[in-house]
């Protein structure tokens, strides 16, 4: 056996096995003065994990989680609700957790992946309930399809909770390190140039030359892991800019890991550059709020997770207010575009969070910009604010002297400067729809490494690249080989915003930030923020990936709730004269005969039930207006109450479940027969080695992108750029024609 140590120019024989095996000591048998204390919980400085002596020596686990980010919480804790011995490797344990950027969770499209996340007992939900200090439903004058949760967290609490909960979580262990190798193994009898030949395969048509069998610290440990999952974030070959500094660094004071970026180019992984940015930090004792209106919470507040009926700081959530550039501020920064290395153009930032440089050049016609004045925390913890809207990485005093051109920022004092960041990415074509790579078994990649942007895709990849690292750690398949492949969380577009997001980076690339959106999806209205759980629950349940029993038992008594609250709705049968009569003249309805229930008035337009009435608009700062309208031309409906007496004592979460439900159903019907079309063109699998060069009616073009991207679907080829009808069409009957010969379903 061989095992090459990526990064390396050398080959190392048997060079796992004859490591010493030392026994690692978790975190909570350490006092908090670093001695022995099999009672105590942490460390007090949360330091190496194992004596620095014995830094050689192995550990042996089934999953190996690289980074501490949203992306990597996510990941080790859900390869070890899968049931794998899990360990969580990042530079600093006191890090693991920390909100770089915006301290806040959720928004449009962002939120319903929050709630996906928590829907299969994820982290980050649960942790923002308990650390948000501002809560709002964003797009809540619309349809709920495109309803965005968002909360405003505290940086202290978040990152506490987090630590707290990883460092107790069975089946996981927490790691000080950084990784600077991948361990692979290949097969003896490929020689150097088919290795060669390996490593320039094009991104999309890799094909597996290696296994992966653990990493190598820095500090020369080796851990050996089944499966090794990276979500390196903007660590991977991480630069800061300000101005025109620049140097490696992952995040303002701490380091890039540059070791392992070489790895994987030695591997064969094509890696790109992407940037993104963070605004100045301020002082929030120094501004001026007097001038600046008031953005308010929601009243009450909606939690993210589904096992929250409430959060802890209700009753004292804080007030963020909104400000705005002004074209003082803007001459100042367009003088000094010269000064800045982050904004040129080879290296592409996020379209959607723009720097406040990129919106001056975009948008030259536009005098203002709007900033939202968002404080990082209760105030007991924290005094510095969060601009969000001015993102920048001009030099430090450029930064303080536009800032003073902002009014109620007059007389601001900068705690942190605004900066930029360039970091490593690989092609999300690489990967498979499990997130595993095609080029090396075993390996996943997470988050940012894939091109994405935001807290709320780095953990969603984080816990379908972690569940099926697990997964496939513990499988053992059985003598007789009835079930070789192991069971795998896989979702596709109609299952949700996580489907939404793989599906899109693994058969279109990326070549900007990547970022969810609702209008990504073709099914919004049976994807909403409200349904997750009924969505996704039981489906990472019947993985072993719910651990918490209470969240079982929750979603039975939502169903059983639902259910009863839709039959109160349609137990209240009348004819349309009885309807008319209690409608009374101000209202028409249809004349025709036939018996309707309440739950067909609700439908229809004629009864509604404001189930957001007494929610806060943040807008205006006044009670919600929002009701279930009725159809164009028909007059103001009736509450539902009227005509059903017990609907009143119907919880109100409830309510909105079966009142959304019922206004869309005849939407939603439709919408599950795409849904049913869908799946049938996903159910036909497509080889990965299809020729499609033999497929003649093919043009050109057609040929290439599918030979570069190889999808895994008939469904994900037809939503390829560029391949026309025809081209599907040919390809369908080509693969129904030698379905034998690949072994593939019609």
Same mark, same amino acid.
């Given at each position: ?466 569940? $099926? #690292?697990? =997964?496939?750690?513990?499988? *053992?398949?059985?003598?007789? %080989?009835?079930?070789?492949? &192991?069971?795998? !969380? ?40 409200? $349904? #997750?759980? =009924?969505?996704?629950?039981? *489906?990472?349940?019947?993985? %072993?990936?719910?651990?918490? &029993?209470?969240? !079982? ?194």
């Amino acid at each position: 056996m061989l095992l090459r140590i990526l990064g390396r120019q050398q080959t190392v024989l048997h060079s796992i096995h004859t490591q010493n095996k030392s026994q690692i000591i978790p975190t909570r048998c350490f006092s908090a003065k670093g001695s022995f204390n099999r009672q105590t919980a942490v460390t007090n400085s949360h330091d190496m994990l194992y004596n620095s002596a014995n830094a050689s020596l192995s550990l042996d686990c089934d999953v190996v989680v690289i980074g501490g980010g949203h992306a990597g919480c996510e990941a080790c804790s859900a390869a070890a609700r899968a049931g794998a011995k899990a360990v969580l490797v990042t530079q600093k344990l006191d890090t693991i957790g920390e909100m770089s950027c915006n301290p806040s969770f959720g928004g449009i499209g962002k939120g319903i992946l929050v709630r996906e996340v928590d829907a299969m007992d994820g982290l980050c939900g649960r942790m923002a309930d308990l650390g948000g200090v501002q809560f709002r439903i964003l797009n809540r004058s619309k349809g709920p399809a495109v309803h965005g949760p968002r909360a405003q967290v505290d940086r202290v609490i978040y990152k506490r909770n987090m630590l707290e909960t990883l460092e107790s979580y069975p089946g996981l262990t927490l790691k000080s390190g950084s990784v600077a190798d991948i361990l692979l193994e290949r097969p003896t009898d490929i020689d150097s140039l088919a290795l060669k030949r390996l490593a320039s395969q094009d991104s999309s048509s890799a094909q597996a030359s290696s296994t992966v069998t653990g990493v190598r610290l820095e500090s020369g440990e080796i851990i050996r892991a089944r499966k090794v999952v990276i979500t390196t974030g903007t660590f991977l070959g991480g630069e800061i800019h300000i101005g025109l500094k620049a140097f490696p660094a992952g995040r303002k004071g701490e380091a890039a890991s540059i070791g392992l970026s070489k790895s994987l180019k030695d591997a064969g992984f094509r890696l790109g550059r992407m940037k993104t940015g963070t605004p100045p930090r301020l002082d929030g004792r120094t501004i001026d709020y007097s001038c600046m209106p008031k953005q308010l919470g929601d009243i009450p507040p909606t939690p993210f997770s589904f096992i929250h009926d409430s959060v802890p700081h209700a009753d004292n959530q804080v007030l963020c207010y909104q400000t705005r550039t002004t074209s003082g501020a803007h001459d100042i920064i367009r003088a000094n575009f010269d000064k800045s290395i982050h904004i040129r153009e080879t290296v592409r930032g996020p379209r959607y969070c723009p720097s406040i440089e990129s919106k001056i050049k975009r948008f030259s016609e536009k005098e203002s910009h709007v900033i939202w004045i968002e404080p990082e925390g209760l105030p007991e913890h924290t005094d510095t604010v969060y601009p969000n809207g001015i993102s920048n990485t001009m030099p430090e005093d450029v930064q303080i002297q536009f800032l003073r051109q902002i009014p109620g920022l007059e007389n601001v004092t900068m705690t942190q400067p605004g900066y930029g960041v360039e970091y490593d990415h690989i092609d999300p074509r690489e990967l498979k729809r499990n997130l595993e790579t095609k080029r090396v078994n075993g390996l996943y990649m997470a988050g940012q490494i894939n091109g994405t942007t935001g807290y709320e895709e780095a953990a969603a990849q984080g816990i379908l690249a972690g569940a $099926n #690292a697990g =997964l496939s750690a513990v499988h *053992r398949p059985s003598s007789d %080989g009835s079930d070789a492949k &192991p069971p795998q !969380l896989e979702l596709d577009r109609s299952d949700g915003y996580l489907g939404v997001l793989i599906d899109d980076l693994i058969t279109r690339g990326v070549e900007e930030p990547y970022r969810v959106f609702t209008a990504r999806s073709e099914y919004r209205l049976t994807s909403r923020a409200d $349904n #997750a759980d =009924l969505r996704l629950t039981r *489906r990472a349940a019947a993985l %072993g990936l719910v651990r918490d &029993p209470s969240r !079982l038992a929750r979603l039975d008594s939502v169903e059983a709730d639902v259910a009863t609250a839709q039959a109160l709705l349609e137990r209240v049968v009348l004819s349309p004269n009885n309807w008319q009569a209690k409608f009374g003249s101000g209202v028409q309805v249809c004349h025709d005969g036939q018996l309707r229930s309440a739950f067909d008035m609700v439908r229809m337009g004629f009864l509604r039930d404001n189930v957001w009435a007494g929610a806060r608009d943040p807008e205006n700062a006044e009670p919600s207006q929002q009701t279930q309208q009725p159809r164009q031309g028909r007059p103001a409906a009736r509450s539902v109450s009227d005509f059903v007496p017990e609907w009143s004592d119907v919880p109100l979460g409830i309510r909105r479940r079966v009142i959304t439900e019922t206004m869309y159903l005849g939407y939603i019907q439709r919408q599950q027969r795409e849904v049913t079309s869908f799946k049938r063109d996903e159910s036909l699998q497509l080889p990965t080695d299809i020729d499609y060069s033999q497929i003649r009616v093919l043009s050109r073009e057609e040929v290439d992108k599918l030979s570069s991207v190889r999808p895994d679907t008939f469904g994900a080829a037809k939503r390829l750029d560029g391949i026309t009808p025809g081209g599907i069409l040919a390809l369908l009957k080509y693969v129904r024609r030698n379905g034998h010969k690949h072994n593939v379903a019609s």
